[in-house]
């Protein structure tokens, strides 16, 4: 009769290791998945800034290529229907000008791509001390003041740290960051050739972003329909 060999199993140390060596995989394993899924949502958050960037300076290029002034209207009118008039205030300028680039949605709707367009600011009502910088559109131009006329108003960019506008005057070869249409003493009649638009925003980690782009003015001379 062949005698019985003893059983053999782990150890109550061998236990405890494998359940620490298991224990540190699964922390390994966590703390990647997390490092990743906190990649992507970083990730995410700058791409979604950055196309809000694109699309708020896609925006505004549009709106001054645009730009445009008229002698076929009453050139006595304190409001005049046509004008670009831009000055230079704290961290963004107040700027509003006439435009041909509204944007029609439908083919019969009651309406042209005329427009007035202003750039304003305004306090962001979701954060405390943020600034959002507003594209005003008054769709049909009148000689009324503009505070008195119905308007759309959109957010172009949120948590704007600061606004420059430049505009070049080829007849003096340099950038200005004023201009006026409607004054005598300013540059009536005349558009600038080229406009600077320069902004800085916060992105997703707290840090300053400026982005600069320009804008070529098409329309030169003012509209005159008159013989």
Do not use: C
């Not at 990647?32 to 505004?60: C, P, W």
């Not at 943020?130 to 009148?142: G, H, K, Y």
């Amino acid at each position: 009769m062949s005698a019985r060999l003893p059983q053999r199993g782990l150890t109550l140390i061998e236990v405890m290791i494998a359940s620490a060596v298991m224990v540190i995989m699964m922390a390994l394993a966590w703390r990647t998945i997390s490092n990743t899924s906190d990649t992507r949502r970083t990730f995410e958050k700058y791409e979604q800034r950055n196309h809000e960037l694109r699309m708020a300076m896609g925006r505004v290029v549009a709106d001054f290529e645009a730009a445009y002034l008229s002698r076929n209207e009453d050139q006595s009118q304190s409001h005049p229907r046509t004008m670009f008039v831009a000055k230079s205030k704290g961290r963004m300028p107040e700027i509003r000008f006439s435009t041909l680039g509204h944007r029609v949605l439908w083919a019969d709707a009651n309406e042209s791509e005329q427009t007035v367009v202003e750039y304003l600011q305004r306090s962001n009502p979701d954060k405390p001390g943020a600034t959002d910088w507003i594209r005003r559109e008054q769709r049909r131009p009148s000689n009324e003041p503009p505070d008195d006329l119905p308007s759309d108003y959109d957010v172009l960019l949120t948590d704007v740290q600061e606004v420059k506008i430049e505009y070049w005057n080829w007849k003096n070869v340099e950038w200005q960051d004023t201009w006026d249409t409607t004054q005598s003493d300013g540059q009536k009649g005349q558009l600038p050739s080229r406009v600077r638009i320069t902004v800085t925003v916060k992105d997703p980690g707290d840090h300053d972003m400026k982005l600069v782009t320009q804008a070529r003015i098409m329309l030169q001379e003012p509209l005159n329909f008159v013989q």
